[in-house]
Structures are given as C-alpha cells and as structure tokens.
C-alpha cells in the first residue's frame, strides 16, 4: 500500500499536492509461455523495448487497446501493430499543429465526443475511446483549430503526448542496427539518382541492401524510410 501511495504522488510534494487519489492497477501482461513475473526471470523491461526500437508510446497504446481489467498478451507483432497505429494517428495530428485550438463543441463532432466520455466512464474503456478519437480525426470540412481541440480534449485523457510527438520521435534505431541514419540517407540519395536516371536495377539493389540491414524504404513517405521492426 505505501508502494502505491508514493507512485500516486510521484515525487510531489505532499504536503501541498496528495497526488492522484485513486490507484488503477492493470491486470496481468502474459505471453504465450505464461504470465511474466520477475521471479520467472521473464521481467519484461521497457529499455528491450527502445532497444528493439519500439517507441514507448507504442507500448502505451497497445495497453489502451485492451481493457485494463483484462489480461494483456505481448507479442511483438502486436506491438508493431501498435505502433503503425499510433503512427497513423500522428500524421493525421500533424495537420493540425499549426492551427490554434478551437470550441470543441462543434455538432460535429458532437457523437465522438459523447462515445469517449461514455467509454471512459465505463470503467475506462480505453479501447472504444481510441476508436471515438480515430472517427473525430477523419472528420471531414471542418475547421482544424475545432477537430485541434476535440483530440486534445481527449488525448488529455489516452496520455499519448499526440500534439508533442512526430513521426521521427516514432523512428528509434534499434541497438542491433548495423547502419547509421546518416548512411541511409546517402544510401537514398544513390537510389534517387539511379531512378532518375532510370536505373532501376541499382535502385531495386539499394532497397535489397537497405533491407538487408534492417531498413524498409517507404516510397511515397515524406521520411522516406523506417526500421523494419521485430
């Protein structure tokens, strides 16, 4: 009980702020050999997870996409999932950012709002909130500042830091990586030369190198490639 009571506090000052006053704890992460427990020497740490080049947030959205009465099983291609969605989400936040915050109250937006609330409510039905907060982001003609606010309205909730975070923030070079971010760019160059120049057997070999060392190029991304994960 005192463990939880200083988490709840998290390092404030007592004496003026107690803290959160109500403690959620999720139920079990599992895998498929069963539940992990430090004792079993199956501890799974966050830090594997930035050295495999999981952002944490990719963690945090794959909790939210389970109930948190629920046992949770971890796979690794659940958390690639995770993070491809919480990508998806940010580049939809990203055309937002440069828009100031509006009413929130638009009619529009009006049923999303109203399904989060009643989802959080709900014992904190995080996954059903996550969906409310995808259908407010494909909202079509509607002002940006307006939808700026409803996500943010509801992001304040999820805890995604979705206005503060980019794609490049989601792009972690994992430990075993055996190529820098600046060799990959010269090795895009090169590429980007040879289709020019309609080479496209040199292309088509730079993608095969790339990938090779871990690299998938994303033609048509602004970023223009990823780590393959997993």
């Known amino acids: 009980a005192q463990n939880q009571a200083h988490c709840c506090t998290n390092g404030l000052d007592v004496a003026e702020n107690s803290g959160a006053r109500i403690w959620m704890h999720n139920n079990f992460l599992v895998e498929r050999s069963g539940k992990m427990s ?20 990719a963690y945090r959205m794959m909790c939210l996409q389970a109930h948190y009465r629920s ?45 989060f609330a009643t989802a959080i409510a709900d014992d904190l039905n995080t996954s059903v909130g996550l ?20 996500i943010e309205e509801m992001d304040r909730v999820l805890g995604l830091d979705l206005f503060g975070l980019t794609r490049e923030d ?4 994992p430990k075993s990586a055996e190529i820098t ?17 309609k080479d496209f057997a040199t292309s088509d070999a730079i993608r ?20 393959k994960l997993g």
């Open 38 to 57: 430090k004792s079993a020497g199956e501890f799974l740490r966050l830090q594997l997870l930035i050295d495999k080049g999981y952002h944490p947030l």
């Open 71 to 115: 046992e949770l099983e971890f796979s690794w291609d659940g958390l690639q999932a995770a993070l491809t969605r919480l990508k998806r989400i940010v580049m939809q936040v990203e055309l937002l950012k440069e828009a100031s915050a509006g009413d929130p109250s638009h009619q529009k937006f009006a049923p999303m709002r109203e399904k």
């Open 131 to 150: 969906v409310a907060l995808e259908e407010a982001l494909a909202v079509k003609k509607v002002d940006a500042g307006v939808k700026r606010a409803v």
């Open 170 to 173: 989601l792009r972690i070079r």
């Open 181 to 197: 971010e600046a060799e990959i760019e010269a090795e895009l160059i090169r590429r980007k030369e040879a289709k020019v120049e």
């Open 208 to 227: 095969e190198t790339l990938a090779a060392k871990g690299v998938e190029v994303m033609d048509g991304d602004p970023l223009g490639w990823e780590w």
